[in-house]
């Protein structure tokens, strides 16, 4: 009786199903455009890999299960590595040099696996059946949440994409000449100077006191209008607050990829580029900001796209590639160092520039000694979360000094320049996963403040008097800079701030205005968060 023939289906399964899998977890803020590369490299070796092997084992089967082998134990690698933190904490300890102990361990199981299969003299047409059910099934779960997903928003999220924000003026002949650059430069979780003196114990006043020799004002009680980055750029760079996505999406829409579309074509730039403007562009490492598609320049020391390289630290290469080729810290830190430098050269652009800045600064990761030298992850594990930080604000603060006295002086017209937090620094003692769940409406005082106090100072040369205030919000920095250099009308908003209960709810917001009014100096128990601090590990590598 002839045998029916068995499709080898299974190593194209378990090479697609990682990248499936992770867009599915992550389908609410991950476009399906981002896994295409990693799916198409992941495809590309697993074909090459077993035509490889045929070619050495004259045999299909045998061939393909080897490949399934190596693709599980390739991306399950990090899973267990993760996992094993969780169990023994205490014995295996977060140092990336444990992966001397799993990653030849790993390999063995490999060997073994791939050893027992070559020397089998039995058929393996019933394995290879079995696989395919088995990847197949994966497979299939995941396309099917994406697919249930990407259907449910679908609409929400095309209405969002078309929502007009604001009602921008047309420009006029009036408009000043020459028109100067503006510069809006996001140093992201930058806390103002009162976190800084009750949460850190540490004295900013040297360099606010220098922004302000050097004509910036700086609004010292300004807090950030919401408490993630993509809100709050969505809401400066389009000029108002977007509580108005809670009636387009629902209360109970968790999905973020809005707010990028939102970055990628905002208001501002809309604006500008009807008055000549050119857009510079200086990506983060982030997806919501990495590159703008409308820029006409784009300037980053780009790595690996933020979910291309999230699938890749779960794989048997990221603790090769971080000793030897591929070492994130390395490069976010080559990257601060490379947009500084090119930002002092954007003066001598020929044109009015608008240049939006995102500096991933003092954020994690914790790369910058105060001298800019780099940072090993266990050094900066042994100093804590706040002495990390805090390096990195030394570091920031040297290089903005620079940057400042740069901008100013090669530029034949002094420039705007907006030195902006986009939020304050993290809560301490937690995790990442309780981080991005974690629940702002419940927040005590001291931890609003911490999260939602920021820096914000202003350079507006040319304007005899400035409608500056302490409380300014940056929901209205462009609205203000509007007025006072194009002669438009733009009325300043009320100066609120809104958290929301969590990630799974980014659309449901509290208005905690109120709740921040005072200071620290209303705020009890700011000692005792301040020691937490102190003694929380980084978040995050």
């Given at each position: ?479 203000l800079v509007f007025n006072l250099y194009f002669n438009t009308d733009f009325e ?50």
């Amino acid at each position: 009786m002839r045998r029916r023939r068995v499709w080898i289906l299974h190593p194209f399964f378990f090479a697609i199903f990682p990248v499936l899998s992770l867009l599915s977890g992550n389908i609410n803020r991950t476009p399906i455009t981002e896994a295409f590369l990693p799916a198409g490299v992941s495809l590309l070796f697993t074909l090459l890999f077993w035509l490889l092997l045929v070619a050495m084992l004259r045999s299909k089967q045998k061939a393909a299960v080897i490949v399934s082998l190596f693709l599980l134990l390739f991306f399950s690698y990090g899973h267990f590595y993760d996992l094993i933190n969780r169990l023994f904490p205490v014995i295996w300890g977060l140092s990336p040099g444990q992966h001397r102990l799993l990653l030849p361990l790993w390999g063995v199981l490999f060997l073994l696996g791939a050893g027992f299969t070559v020397v089998n003299k039995k058929p393996l047409g019933k394995l290879t059946f079995l696989l395919n059910i088995v990847a197949g099934c994966l497979v299939g779960m995941s396309v099917l949440g994406i697919g249930a997903y990407s259907l449910r928003v679908g609409l929400d999220r095309a209405h969002a994409e078309l929502t007009q924000t604001v009602d921008l003026p047309a420009a006029d002949n009036e408009q000043p000449k020459p028109l100067r650059d503006i510069y809006y430069i996001i140093l992201d979780r930058y806390a103002d100077a009162s976190t800084f003196k009750n949460i850190y114990g540490y004295d900013n006043t040297e360099f606010i006191r220098y922004l302000e020799a050097k004509g910036f004002y700086v609004a010292q009680e300004s807090r950030a209008n919401y408490p993630r980055t993509k809100h709050s750029l969505s809401s400066s760079l389009n000029m108002t607050q977007v509580n108005y996505l809670t009636e387009v999406l629902g209360e109970n829409c968790d999905d973020f990829l809005p707010l990028q579309l939102m970055l990628q074509d905002p208001q501002v730039w809309h604006f500008l580029k009807q008055r000549g403007y050119r857009f510079i562009y200086f990506g983060s490492w982030a997806q919501a900001t990495r590159r703008n598609k409308y820029a006409d320049v784009n300037i980053n020391l780009f790595g690996l796209p933020e979910f291309t390289h999230n699938l890749y630290c779960k794989t048997m290469l990221y603790p090769v590639g971080l000793k030897h080729f591929y070492n994130e810290r390395r490069i976010q830190h080559a990257r601060v160092k490379y947009k500084l430098d090119k930002l002092a050269e954007v003066p001598r652009m020929e044109g009015p520039k608008f240049v939006f800045v995102h500096l991933i600064i003092p954020h994690r990761p914790y790369v910058f000694a105060p001298n800019g030298d780099f940072v090993p992850y266990n050094e900066a594990a042994a100093k804590g979360l706040a002495r990390s930080y805090l390096d990195q604000v030394a570091f920031l603060n040297k290089e903005l000094r620079a940057l400042v006295d740069t901008l100013l002086a090669r530029s034949a017209v002094p420039p705007v320049v907006i030195l902006q937090g986009d939020e304050g620094p993290n809560v301490a003692r937690l995790s990442n996963e309780q981080r991005q769940n974690f629940n702002w409406e419940r927040a005590s005082r001291t931890q609003l403040l911490q999260k939602m106090s920021i820096l914000n100072a202003y350079y507006l040369p040319g304007v005899e008097t400035v409608p500056l205030y302490p409380s300014i919000t940056p929901v209205n920095s462009f609205r203000l800079v509007f007025n006072l250099y194009f002669n438009t009308d733009f009325e300043l908003l009320p100066d609120k701030s809104y958290v929301f209960p969590d990630s799974r709810h980014p659309y449901v917001f509290v208005d905690v205005t109120e709740k921040l009014k005072g200071g620290y100096s209303a705020s009890p128990g700011t000692k005792d968060e301040a020691a937490a601090q102190s003694r929380a590990a980084p978040d995050g590598t």
